[in-house]
């Protein structure tokens, strides 16, 4: 079992940054490839982005490639989410997920709003 708790989230303008922060506790964090999607009003819950147990592999959504950074901290048991040059549309409640074969654990949210 694993439980994320995602914090970071927040009112920003257009242009400015977030960090996200998503905690984990139980075993064998390090194991997880980790993720964080996103959910805006309406929409379908959508990829952001991926790191492998490792952190030497990443993945990401072309919508944010070259402006979101995701990172994770084995020693911490932590992944983070680095939103820079932020747009209206990235506004959504963002999930943090954990995968390890067929399991997959979520967080509760966190929501980012960007005003224009």
């Known amino acids: 079992q694993v439980q994320l708790v995602e914090s970071g989230g927040g009112l920003v303008q257009a242009g400015g940054s977030l960090r996200l922060s998503c905690a984990a506790s139980?075993?064998?964090?390090?194991?997880?490839?980790m993720g964080w999607f996103r959910q805006a009003p309406g929409k379908e819950r959508e990829f952001v982005a991926s790191?492998?147990?490792?952190?030497?592999?990443?993945v990401y959504a072309d919508s944010v490639k070259g402006r979101f950074t995701i990172s994770r901290d084995n020693a911490k048991n932590t992944v983070y989410l680095q939103m820079n040059s932020l747009k209206p549309e990235d506004t959504a409640v963002y999930y943090c997920?954990?995968?390890?074969?067929?399991?997959?654990?979520w967080g509760q949210g966190t929501q980012v709003t960007v005003s224009s």
């Open positions: 139980g075993r064998a964090f390090s194991s997880y490839g």
């Open positions: 790191i492998n147990w490792s952190g030497g592999s990443t």
């Open positions: 997920n954990a995968q390890l074969g067929t399991y997959a654990y």
